[in-house]
């Protein structure tokens, strides 16, 4: 057999392992999509898959995952897919691949020691998109890619770059090498978006098969339609959110005479039909992105902020979770399609607001719902604080970001739980728990137990601030020591990064393995079906279960595995889009303070320093020259040497260690 290392797979490389997972489990074909198939077709051709009883599959003769690239030039296959040991490939067999590349290798069989195999075709590179911007030098144009200013990998003429001048962005396809799209130049600050997206290969407008379905919805709810739904309309529902939302996925109810509390869900899957347009972009986008300026949503607008969005005032479908409570325990629950009318929308600011005995309701409905809203907050502290006593209370502050017109950045503003996100948190938290306790295969939010190794590390670390872990009979003493010990130096919430760090990362995954963090047997996301689509899921899989339909829930499990993983890294790149947005945000900033001093504190000594500004604004993080002993977590000031406005990179020099030492016990 030839082995080729051409990359021709038109496909997003995700959607790619995507597919090689399923084909690892088991891919049945009327589970195959055209596209797909072509590529499927080809691989059977070339003896990579098996085609048996209906189903297409990899053989034990070939694996399929992604490089992790070692010291010596060889490599890990991370199998995708199955639960099986990482193959070792020589470096003479890695047939061109490089680091992260998505590979299909052949198993070596009959060699002694650990498993190994050879790459046979490199199926997509690390980084299936990726941006470039034009560098001139020597009176020589070339596109460079903006991450490492390595070559783009394009083969241009001179006469064609004519039309480009220094600091133009385009998307380049990593997969076959070409421009996609010209963004915009790096001097203009609205392009900041435009890069961070092509670099996932994220988009905002939807096809017009999409909007067309999404606004062939009737506007409003007619009951007459619903027969078979429970009409909660004439209870006291409401909704808290951030000021700013617009998509109201939760609105709860509380009736403190019976201790019943209603959690109602946006029922997305009664207009998302599995398999349709809508939820075929769904899939592909998986969350909806938030920018400081406006969102990115996973559903058409006119879905996520009108027809499924619980707006007050208006009848909406809902999948509602009714749990009957006997002092903190759910002793019994419920779970149905409903029809419900929210009484009101707050946003958080107001409960707060009226928690503390300064707002009063305006009308009798309002009057019924805060006084439920105030019995509730007394259950929801017992719940907070009965969950902490095996899960785990991590302080952290959100940041958020002003920008102007021109989306630069003028200011930052931090927030951290206030009592009305908690009593809004614990009661998700219920539903989300009461979901996951309804199956025993499906779509579970996992969270494993950190590994030794982290922990370790987390130690040292700690160590070097002068906060000496000795480890307790259990993980949740030692993590509740190491609290009380930053809380006395006034280190809360930056230990507490410290700790989040050394947690392995909570993901999706099809079996239970509980959720360390929480401190749940089981749990799962239910809450939140407008922006993510494990959500949704869960849903249709409880639908079917309610139902007793057990060829819908085969049918929604079939490819779970897949799903799970797929939905994972989405969630990973949507945190990536956003972090990498503010990046540049600060960068732009602190541009335009060259030579300037701020307060800032070391936030990492190794293997670099950096810091993380403070004022005026707050979350720019810096590389740190530093010319003296500096320790973690120590305040100073710096200076801002440069910036790179291409990479975001922010360099600075240490003028000096402020007297207050944030070490020092108080």
């Not at 997003?12 to 489990?25: A, E, Q, S």
């Not at 409960?351 to 309002?366: C, H, V």
């Amino acid at each position: 057999m030839s082995y080729n290392t051409t990359i021709k797979y038109n496909m997003d490389k995700n959607i790619v392992k995507n597919l090689l997972i399923r084909l690892t489990i088991g891919l049945y074909e009327q589970d195959i999509t055209k596209d797909e198939m072509a590529q499927v077709t080809e691989w059977l051709s070339l003896g990579y898959l098996v085609h048996e009883e209906k189903q297409y599959r990899l053989p034990s003769k070939y694996r399929a995952g992604t490089l992790m690239m070692t010291q010596t030039g060889g490599a890990y296959l991370q199998v995708v897919g199955a639960n099986v040991r990482d193959l070792f490939i020589d470096e003479s067999a890695l047939n061109g691949a490089k680091h992260g590349d998505l590979v299909i290798a052949q198993r070596l069989l009959g060699k002694r020691g650990a498993p190994t195999a050879k790459v046979v075709e490199v199926i997509g590179k690390a980084e299936s998109y990726s941006v470039a911007i034009l560098n001139v030098k020597e009176g020589l144009k070339s596109f460079v890619d903006i991450r490492n200013s390595h070559p783009a990998g394009l083969e241009l003429s001179q006469e064609y770059l004519a039309s480009y001048v220094s600091g133009d962005l385009v998307k380049v396809n990593n997969q076959d090498n070409t421009i996609m799209e010209r963004l915009g130049n790096i001097s203009d600050p609205l392009v900041d978006e435009k890069i961070v997206l092509a670099q996932f290969n994220k988009h905002d407008a939807f096809e017009d098969d999409v909007i067309a379905l999404a606004e062939s919805f009737d506007k409003t709810v007619d009951i007459a339609l619903y027969p078979d739904r429970k009409d909660l309309r004439d209870l006291p529902f409401c909704t808290i959110d951030p000021v700013t939302a617009k998509d109201f996925d939760d609105a709860i109810c509380y009736l403190p005479e019976k201790n019943i509390l209603y959690v109602a869900i946006a029922d997305v899957s009664a207009y998302v039909e599995a398999f349709g347009p809508i939820d075929a972009e769904a899939i592909y986008r998986s969350f909806s992105i938030y920018l400081p300026h406006r969102s990115i949503p996973m559903l058409p607008r006119q879905l996520s902020e009108t027809l499924c969005s619980l707006q007050a005032h208006v009848d909406r479908l809902a999948f509602v979770f009714e749990l009957h409570m006997e002092g903190t325990k759910v002793v019994h629950t419920e779970l149905y399609e409903a029809i419900i009318h929210s009484k009101r929308r707050f946003n958080y600011e107001e409960i707060d607001t009226f928690f503390e005995g300064n707002l009063q309701p305006e009308n009798r409905d309002e009057e019924v719902v805060l006084a439920n809203l105030l019995k509730l907050r007394t259950l929801t502290d017992a719940l907070r604080e009965e969950r902490l006593k095996v899960g785990y209370d991590f302080h952290s502050e959100e940041l958020s970001m002003q920008l102007d017109e021109q989306q630069n950045l003028i200011a930052t503003t931090t927030s951290e739980e206030t009592p009305s996100h908690g009593l809004i948190e614990d009661c998700m938290l219920l539903a989300n728990k009461a979901a996951a306790e309804r199956y025993e295969h499906g779509v579970f939010r996992i969270h494993e137990q950190s590994s030794p190794t982290k922990l370790q590390s987390l130690y040292q670390e700690l160590a070097g601030i002068g906060l000496i872990v000795e480890p307790k009979e259990s993980m949740k003493e030692t993590i509740d020591f190491i609290q009380e010990e930053a809380a006395k130096r006034d280190l809360v919430s930056e230990v507490d990064t410290l700790i989040i760090r050394a947690q392995m990362q909570a993901r999706y995954a099809p079996d239970n393995v509980g959720h360390f963090g929480l401190g749940f047997d089981a749990y799962t996301h239910f809450t939140s079906p407008i922006r993510r689509y494990s959500d949704l899921i869960v849903h249709r899989h409880l639908k079917a279960l309610l139902a007793h339909d057990t060829e819908e829930s085969s049918y929604v499990l079939r490819n779970i595995d897949a799903l799970c993983f797929s939905i994972s890294e989405k969630e990973r790149e949507a945190s990536a889009i956003e972090m990498r947005f503010m990046q540049r945000k600060f960068a732009r900033w602190a541009a335009e303070h060259i030579n300037e001093e701020f307060k800032a504190r070391v936030n990492s000594t190794d293997p670099s320093f950096t810091a993380q500004i403070l004022e005026p604004i707050q979350g720019a993080e810096v590389t740190l020259s530093v010319d003296t002993s500096v320790q973690l977590f120590d305040d100073i000031i710096l200076r801002i040497d440069n910036v790179d406005i291409t990479t975001a990179r922010i360099h600075a020099s240490l003028v000096k260690k402020l007297d207050t030492d944030p070490m020092e016990l108080v």
